[in-house]
Each structure stands twice: as structure tokens, then as C-alpha cells.
């Protein structure tokens, strides 16, 4: 069964640094990789996914993540932070029944 | 073009009781799925229906019901309400089922049980 795991509950890091929240994933088919944001109070929003072909994969917001396959990891970072990035962010993988798993989400701290 | 809505945004029931919460998916969206998200957690598959039909129901007890109308719209019904039912419901929406298909969500619906 696929699963989805978030290392940190929290991550806190200062504006203009470097943003890193992990995400390792098992799947026994060939995953369909994603990464959302939550706002307070709000939805989710989809940041970016990885389907097929570049491991690399941008989205919105600066943000990126890589797929490496050998690592089962799909982590996302953005090179310089801004306070308007505090938010938990999840990770999610579709299961063979094309239902999404997610991971129980990392906050992110921006500190000024 | 208007995004994934969810009605009511706020609810307060008791236990015992039932509800029904509603979802219009964006236009031309087929397929709509439900989650529930309990504060501090990620999300958990309730159903997925795609064009009328149930594709998907995660591991829930047979409390919660949900069904898809002609317009594609949606509701998801919870009897017997229990204090653990309190959550926020998410309802998403894709063009069409399948692994690869981002989905699209509102805003939820926040439910607290006294």
C-alpha cells in the first residue's frame, strides 16, 4: 500500500533563506507525486506535481521539487523564503485507485 | 470562472444528529472527491465519484454517504454523528479520474459535534 511521510511537523527557517521540507513516499506502482499548500482557514492549493518525464518539476510561488526514484523522495524547496510562505505545506501520492495519500503536512515558520 | 464552493462553511451539531454538506465542482469538472481532515493531520479519502458513479471510498464507516448529481455537484451525508466526526471536509474536483489529474479544492466545510 502506498504511504506518504513528511519528516518535521515543523520547519522553521529566516526570510531569504533556503527552503527545504522532505517528503519520502512508497508506492508499488509508478507514482503520481504532488505537493499542496494550506493556508489558514482555507483549502488546499496545488503547488506542483510530477507525472511523468522531468524529475525536476517548478510550480508556483518559486517553488520546486525533485523525484528521485533510488531515494523514493520528492522534496520541495525555494532558494530564498518570504513571510508570505508560512503555510503547511502536504505531500501526497496517488494510490493505484488513482486516490490521493497524503502525508500529515509540514508548518512552515518564516522568522523576520 | 468560479473555483470548487462548499456550503455551509461553518456548522455546529450534536451528537446523534445527522448532516449534509454540499460541493460545486468548477465548471466542466466530472469527478469530485470528498476528504475529511482532522485538526493537525493531512486529509483522508472519504469517496470519490466520477459521472454519477462511486469510484472510490476510503476506509470510513458506512455513516457517511455521498452521491453525485446530473450537474456533477455533490453532497456527503454523515448519520449519527460522533464528537470524532469534528473536522474540516474538503471537496475536490478534477476533469476526470485517473492518478495524474491534479485536484482542485474549496475552502471546506468546518463541522464541530457538541
Known amino acids: 500500500a502506498q504511504s506518504v511521510t513528511q519528516l518535521g511537523s515543523h520547519v522553521s527557517v529566516s526570510e531569504g533563506a533556503l527552503v527545504l521540507l522532505r517528503c519520502n513516499y512508497s508506492?508499488?506502482?509508478?507514482?503520481?507525486l504532488f505537493w499542496y499548500v494550506q493556508y489558514p482557514n482555507q483549502g488546499l492549493q496545488l503547488l506542483l506535481k510530477?507525472?511523468?518525464?522531468a524529475t525536476l518539476v517548478k510550480g508556483i510561488n518559486g517553488f520546486e521539487a525533485e523525484f528521485k526514484k533510488s531515494e523514493t523522495s520528492f522534496h520541495l524547496t525555494k532558494p530564498s523564503a518570504h513571510m508570505s510562505d508560512a503555510a503547511e505545506y502536504f505531500c501526497?501520492?496517488?494510490?493505484?485507485?488513482?486516490?490521493?495519500?497524503w502525508g500529515a503536512g509540514t508548518k512552515l515558520i518564516i522568522k523576520p | 470562472d468560479a473555483g470548487v464552493t462548499q456550503s455551509p462553511t461553518h456548522l455546529i451539531k450534536t451528537r446523534g444528529q445527522q448532516v449534509t454538506l454540499r460541493c460545486s465542482p468548477i465548471?466542466?469538472?466530472?469527478?469530485v472527491s470528498w476528504y475529511q481532515q482532522v485538526l493537525g493531520q493531512g486529509p483522508q479519502f472519504i469517496f470519490q465519484?466520477?459521472?454519477?458513479?462511486?469510484?472510490g471510498r476510503g476506509n470510513f464507516p458506512d455513516r457517511f454517504s455521498a452521491r453525485q448529481f446530473p450537474n456533477y455537484s455533490s453532497e456527503l451525508n454523515v448519520n449519527a454523528l460522533l464528537l470524532g466526526d469534528s473536522a474540516l471536509y474538503l471537496c475536490?474536483?478534477?476533469?476526470?479520474?485517473?492518478?495524474?489529474?491534479?485536484?482542485?479544492f474549496g475552502d471546506g466545510t468546518r463541522l464541530s459535534i457538541l
Open positions: 465548471s466542466g469538472h466530472k469527478s
Open positions: 465519484y466520477y459521472e454519477k458513479e462511486e469510484r
Open positions: 501526497a501520492v496517488s494510490d493505484s485507485n488513482y486516490q490521493l495519500i
Open positions: 475536490a474536483s478534477s476533469p476526470r479520474t485517473g492518478g495524474e489529474q491534479p485536484q482542485h
Open positions: 508506492s508499488s506502482v509508478p507514482p503520481y
Open positions: 510530477y507525472t511523468t518525464g
